[in-house]
């Protein structure tokens, strides 16, 4: 049985994703702004990304000033990356209705694992992130986390250009 | 989330961990950012900043850009998750204790302890309505004897200071772990080069950076730094981990930053409302100390057992205490915890007792008579009188500084001359 800690990416796939993704689509991203989720997509707005928040709760108010849908079927846009927030055996039951929004990329948030969701988006040629979040990981690439202390993994002999906070 | 892998050698590590060109300059060696503010670009960054959603600097009590270089590189040593530095060893212990104690609870510490650190924990700490229990945890039946559900934590030393008592750190993990509490090591005399106590089932650990990591005597500081493997929700024991913290309008840290929610509790909260920031300076000298760690340590156990050997054979010495010794009772821990060498600093006693203690400290010429260790230099140092006097004589002599207790730090000088110095001294006795 694989344990969550052997579930590991290599850095350059994990920065390709965030390089090559333009719009976030967030299931279960809270309107409370103490919940983790609500960090999240504080962070990656200030980062430039376009965040389509999913919260049927939520549905027509907006989070953040950005249009909150109720389900990801409702979405026009292209979505280039969906971020789930919901426990890993929930992940089944709106998987359907990911795959056939055809992102580049699944991105299960830290502590959801769902190997059954990492399955179909390998079958249907899919970026698939699991146990993470994209904020700690932007931010652990682009060497923002290591400012608060944070042990990143990563090292560098060149300069690093951080992407700028965008208001 | 795990700990991401560190592909690269510990002596590589020492040098790169945590730094990079400066992003603005192309500066290779880390800046010293001597500055106490930072711009913010709007109201709103500057409210996500206080907030703590963004990463950024706010005001050098809470984060400086020297200081986080030389806290990262302290977390990737250790094989930790994160750090908080701070300004001497005594204020890292009140950091890392501050998250899990509330008044009433207690501290389950070995009695093995630096001076400093007992008067702290048995004075300094009542006044916040924090307990403590002293054991003798060489025996770890004493460990199991006394804990109990007032214990929020078991501190020990990796290697004690100053007789260098050598504990079963991997059993007293386990037993920490099944009370569902963390061990804290002070890992300050054996530094991350000799022992990696997270490798050993510890959750947190605590050096004074006075000492080794900075190795040259020139500067305070000291550092908290997180497993990140300990699980705050098990439990109902760490209610400033789990339950909303008041002063950031209901933020759980343990639930928001996970594995390294503790070390973000500490800045956000402890230090930015205790205030015993390190400073930037102070953090250069600990980066460029941390560069030479490997190297220093390798000459330092190198020189103190060629000394620690010459002691042992001389006739007007009655012990030494070294486990670097094949005779001493610590010997075989020794193997097993520290296998490249168990630090410069021990203690020895001469046959005739406290004042020949004394003479042989007013005879020699190149040891230098303070109250430090882990210079470049040679030290040396009648605890009794001085780093353990605050203790009562009881006290002393189960710290293992008794009056006839001679303390030595050795330097990276060559041993030859450290050797002739004693030598030269002893003759006087």
Not at chain 1, 69 to 90: A, C, T, V, W
Not at chain 2, 75 to 95: I, Y
Not at chain 2, 311 to 330: D, P, Q
Not at chain 2, 334 to 343: C, D, H, L, S
Request: glycine fraction near 8%; hydrophobic fraction near 40%; include cysteine.
């Amino acid at each position: 049985m694989l344990k969550n800690e052997d579930i590991v990416y290599e850095d350059y796939y994990i920065r390709s994703i965030l390089d090559n993704t333009k719009t976030i689509a967030m299931i279960g991203l809270s309107s409370s702004w103490q919940r983790p989720s609500y960090f999240v997509a504080k962070y990656l707005l200030d980062r430039g990304y376009k965040v389509f928040p999913v919260n049927p709760r939520e549905a027509g108010k907006t989070i953040l000033n950005q249009k909150v849908y109720s389900s990801i079927s409702e979405i026009n846009e292209s979505i280039d990356m969906i971020d789930i927030f919901r426990k890993s055996s929930d992940v089944d039951l709106i998987i359907d209705d990911v795959i056939k929004a055809k992102p580049s990329t699944i991105w299960l948030q830290i502590g959801v694992v769902n190997f059954n969701a990492a399955k179909l988006a390998k079958r249907n040629n899919i970026n698939i992130v699991m146990n993470k979040c994209p904020k700690i990981e932007y931010g652990r690439l682009s060497g923002e986390l290591s400012w608060a202390g944070i042990n990143s993994g990563v090292f560098h002999n060149k300069r690093r250009i951080i992407r700028p906070i965008i208001n | 989330m795990s700990i991401p892998k560190n592909n690269y050698k510990f002596e590589t590590r020492t040098i790169h961990a945590g730094s990079a060109p400066d992003p603005s300059t192309g500066a290779r060696n880390t800046p010293i950012y001597q500055t106490t503010a930072y711009t913010f670009d709007s109201t709103d960054h500057a409210a996500s900043l206080f907030n703590l959603q963004n990463f950024g600097f706010i005001y050098s009590r809470l984060g400086n850009p020297t200081v986080s270089v030389l806290e990262e590189r302290m977390a990737n040593l250790e094989n930790g998750r994160a750090a908080v530095a701070c300004s001497t060893g005594h204020a890292a212990q009140l950091l890392a204790l501050h998250p899990l104690m509330e008044p009433g609870d207690k501290i389950l510490a070995s009695r093995n302890l630096y001076g400093g650190s007992i008067t702290q924990f048995s004075h300094a700490f009542k006044k916040f309505g924090w307990g403590v229990d002293f054991v003798d945890a060489t025996n770890i039946k004493n460990i199991k004897k006394v804990l109990n559900n007032s214990h929020k934590c078991i501190f020990i030393e990796s290697l004690s200071n100053p007789n260098g008592v050598i504990l079963d750190i991997e059993k007293i993990a386990l037993i920490a772990n099944n009370a569902k509490i963390p061990l804290i090591v002070d890992n300050t005399m054996a530094s991350p080069y000799l022992v990696k106590p997270f490798e050993w089932g510890a959750d947190i650990i605590t050096h004074s950076l006075t000492k080794f990591v900075g190795g040259h005597g020139n500067s305070m500081g000291g550092v908290v730094i997180e497993s990140g493997k300990f699980d705050w929700f098990q439990s109902d024991k760490y209610p400033s981990m789990t339950k909303p913290t008041e002063s950031y309008h209901g933020l759980v840290f343990a639930e928001t930053f996970g594995d390294f929610g503790y070390s973000m509790k500490i800045r956000a909260d402890s230090l930015r409302d205790l205030g015993s920031t390190l400073s930037p300076t102070n953090a250069f000298y600990f980066i460029n100390g941390l560069e030479t760690l490997h190297l220093r340590m390798e000459r330092h156990c190198k020189n103190a057992l060629k000394v620690a050997k010459f002691l042992e054979a001389h006739k007007k010495v009655s012990w030494v205490s070294y486990a670097g010794l094949t005779k001493n009772k610590y010997y075989n821990l020794a193997k097993k915890y520290m296998p490249k060498g168990v630090g410069p600093v021990f203690t020895f006693g001469l046959k005739d007792g406290n004042e020949a203690g004394k003479k042989i400290i007013s005879k020699v010429k190149l040891f230098s008579h303070v109250a430090n260790v882990g210079d470049t230099r040679s030290l040396i140092l009648h605890p009794a009188s001085t780093t353990h006097n605050q203790l009562s004589n009881e006290q002393k002599i189960s710290a293992g500084a008794g009056p006839e207790v001679i303390r030595l730090s050795i330097g990276i000088e060559h041993h030859d001359d450290l050797i002739q110095d004693l030598r030269n001294a002893l003759t006087h006795i």
